[in-house]
Structure formats: structure tokens, C-alpha cells
């Protein structure tokens, strides 16, 4: 079964512009997470979608937003970009039932540069 | 709200030698709780998980996890070190298993 996958793995971008991030959970997975990870913040929870509803938020500024497709792939957005928004994105993907047994599985993250 | 503590950023072991990385927790309800392992330039991988069915969890690559309720630790051991062990290791605590709060990661050196 394949993993998750994360396009583009690198993105260099400029300040004041937007950008997308994609992912592509594991077949049969229905929720998708995203996460930040800088050397400073370390990684913080942006965003949780199940079944293309947002099901939980973390606390970032509402430039930061996210959907999720029917097909469980799932896009977030970066809007008017600042540098301190250079990070790794790392998205995971579960089942997204909750249960004890529900595991969340990482992708190799997307590197965005803000210059 | 949920969050842990990682003691230590920077852990350094002898090759062969017991790895012990340091977490607490802090959780309003039963927590789930993890330990992930970074390598560089990649994303998370699980080493293990509690989920509450046992207090010592046995995880990937002979790590292992004790879940102390009294003391709020959820420390990760290794009994020997590897030269492949070096990574950085990140506890986390979640209540439903989608939402995770994640520790300051501790960096783990083997020396040869």
C-alpha cells in the first residue's frame, strides 16, 4: 500500500504571495493533518479535515486554511506569506475513527522557503 | 489542554550503550500517547504508541515505552545503542488520536 505522498517536496517562495500544498493519504484513510515544524516553534497542529469537514484547528491566523476532496486528498493554503512562515509542512494521515487502533502515518513534508 | 514535556534536547550514548529519552505529560482526559522518530530530511515515523491496553509498550527497533500514570512519564528506552539510532525523537499526546501535540523533539547522538 502506498504511504502518503506530499507535492512539491520543495517550494521556494516570495514574500506577500500564496501558496498550495498538497496531500494524498493512504488509501482508505478519511482524515488528514497537518502540521508545521520550524527550529523555533518545533511542530504545531494546524488543521485536522475527516470526511471533508475541518474537525479540529489548531492556532494559527486564519491564512493558514485548509479543505479536504472527496477522495480524502486533501490542500492547504498560505496566503499574503511572511518569512517566518518558511517550514517544513508535514501532513499524516488515519483512518480518522479515534479508536485506540487509529494510527496517524507521516509524509516526507513539503520544505517551503519564503525569501 | 494537552501538551508534553521532552527533558533534554540534546541526549549523547556510547554505542551499546541503554537510551533513555525523557517525556511528561499533561493531559485533562486518558491520553494517547506516542513516541516518533525523525531522520533527517524526512517525515515522522511511529516507534510506538500507548493506548491505555498496557503500561509498557513495545515499539519498532527494540524501543520501548512505560507508561507511568503516577508520574505523568512516558519515557522511551532502548536497552543497546545503534549508530542508526541517531535521529530526533518527538513525544507526543493526543485525546483521539488526530489531534497531536508534540514535544521540542530531543536529538539523539550515538557515539562509536
Known amino acids: 500500500k502506498a504511504g502518503v505522498t506530499q507535492t512539491p517536496r520543495y517550494l521556494i517562495k516570495t514574500r506577500g504571495q500564496q501558496v498550495t500544498l498538497s496531500c494524498s493519504p493512504i488509501s482508505g484513510h478519511r482524515s488528514v493533518s497537518w502540521y508545521q515544524q520550524t527550529p523555533g516553534q518545533g511542530l504545531q497542529f494546524l488543521f485536522e479535515?475527516?470526511?471533508?469537514?475541518?474537525?479540529n484547528k489548531g492556532n494559527f491566523p486564519g491564512r493558514f486554511s485548509g479543505r479536504q476532496f472527496s477522495n480524502s486528498r486533501s490542500e492547504m493554503n498560505v496566503s499574503t506569506l511572511e518569512l517566518g512562515d518558511s517550514a517544513l509542512y508535514l501532513c499524516?494521515?488515519?483512518?480518522?475513527?479515534?479508536?485506540?487502533?487509529?494510527?496517524?502515518?507521516f509524509g516526507p513534508g513539503t520544505r517551503l522557503t519564503v525569501l | 489542554a494537552q501538551s508534553v514535556t521532552q527533558l533534554g534536547s540534546h541526549v549523547s550514548v556510547s554505542e551499546g550503550a541503554l537510551v533513555l529519552l525523557r517525556c511528561n505529560y499533561s493531559?485533562?482526559?486518558?491520553?494517547?500517547l506516542f513516541w516518533y522518530v525523525q531522520y533527517p530530511n524526512q517525515g515522522l515515523q511511529l516507534l510506538l504508541k500507548y493506548t491505555s491496553a498496557a503500561t509498557l509498550v513495545k515499539g519498532i527497533n527494540d524501543f520501548e515505552a512505560e507508561f507511568k500514570k503516577s508520574e505523568t512519564s512516558f519515557h522511551l528506552t532502548k536497552p543497546s545503542a545503534h549508530m542508526s539510532d541517531a535521529a530526533e525523537y518527538f513525544c507526543a499526546v493526543s485525546n483521539n488520536n488526530n489531534d497531536m501535540r508534540f514535544g521540542a523533539g530531543t536529538r539523539l547522538t550515538v557515539k562509536p
Open positions: 479535515y475527516f470526511s471533508e469537514t475541518q474537525r
Open positions: 493531559s485533562s482526559v486518558p491520553p494517547y
Open positions: 499524516a494521515s488515519s483512518v480518522g475513527l479515534g479508536t485506540s487502533t487509529d494510527t496517524q502515518y
